[in-house]
């Protein structure tokens, strides 16, 4: 057993950096969510899985010839996300219309939201899998669609023996570019002051001048992006897309949130790294099919003895 550990370390490791670096995107929204409004938005994990769907939108409309590389690799990869923040960020903010901002300004309770959230849930896996993809990508009853390579999985370079392929570098550098660029704009910008000063205190941020609307808006937008960055990401390292693709993985990277310290950008970072890592080296010693009892596993003694998570700032006791 120790000396299969050895031996899969090091492919493991990478991966768990690859897929944990997908959880940590879908982990922001979660977090930034209950940063500000205190709702666990469950139905996030279908804001990503309509991520995944624009990419395959766009590769379908594209006409994707083979595998690609350089400026036309990046040039895709461009268009692909744009596509998908603006498609996912876009539904996330629907999403808050339809579904959350009548019961705020009815004062319902949070219990009131939760429900909302899950239906909201239910109700876009049913609408893919009834409309989507029979009408788009093959006969009623289809509930999956394959996704065209996007990119040669050649080896880049090795590290210690290891051998890097060429979508684990872009999966993995794309990921962490788009979560820098969200810690920077939060921390840096007006429209992230607006974000942490509503989180603080909603009725001082009032007092300020800040439109809270207007913010819960773009905190759903800015999770929402990054759920369809990921969605994109997803797509090119698994190739397949499917309605209900986004229920384990949501509650994966929830878990990486929780782990990371819900509320904090940069835990979802860590929580989604972290998460990753030890479930695929859990894996080595139980088996591939253990993985997802080993996230839920986390989930839970994280809950019971840290359920502040790792770094446990939480986005409300964040300076302004």
């Known amino acids: 057993m120790l000396n299969d550990f050895v031996l899969q370390f090091g492919p493991s490791t990478l991966g768990g950096l690859v897929v944990g670096s997908i959880y940590a995107l879908v982990a922001l929204g979660y977090t930034m969510v209950y940063g500000v409004l205190r709702l666990i938005n469950f139905a996030h994990s279908e804001i990503f899985m309509i991520g995944t769907f624009a990419a395959l939108f766009v590769l379908s409309l594209v006409g994707l010839p083979g595998p690609l590389s350089g400026f036309a690799l990046v040039g895709m990869l461009v268009l692909l996300f744009v596509a998908a923040m603006a ?123 800040v439109n809270i609307d207007t913010i819960v808006r773009l905190t759903f937008l800015l999770g929402g992006a990054m759920a369809g960055v990921a969605g994109v990401l997803y797509a090119m390292e698994f190739e397949n897309v499917a309605y209900n693709i986004g229920f384990v993985l949501g509650i994966k990277a929830f878990t990486a949130a929780v782990l990371g310290g819900i509320g904090n950008i940069r835990g979802a970072l860590l929580g989604g790294i972290a998460l990753g890592l030890v479930e695929n080296w859990g894996a080595i010693f139980f088996g591939s099919q253990w993985k997802d009892v080993i996230a839920f596993v986390i989930l839970v003694v994280v809950l019971l003895f840290r359920p502040t998570g790792i770094l446990g700032e939480s986005l409300q006791r964040a300076r302004a």
């Open 87 to 209: 498609l996912s960020g876009g539904s996330a903010v629907l999403l808050e219309v339809l579904a959350y901002r009548p019961l705020r300004k009815r004062n319902a309770p949070r219990l009131a939201a939760l429900i909302s959230a899950i239906g909201a849930s239910v109700f876009l896996q049913e609408l893919f899998a009834l409309i989507v993809i029979p009408d788009v990508f093959g006969k009623p009853g289809r509930v999956d669609a394959a996704v065209p390579r996007l990119v040669d999985r050649d080896v880049v370079f090795t590290v210690f023996g290891t051998p890097v392929k060429t979508d684990q570098v872009v999966i993995f550098i794309s990921a962490l570019v788009m979560m820098v660029a969200l810690d920077q704009l939060v921390a840096r910008t007006k429209i992230g002051r607006g974000i942490r000063a509503t989180a603080q205190d909603p009725e001082a941020a009032v007092l300020m001048g």
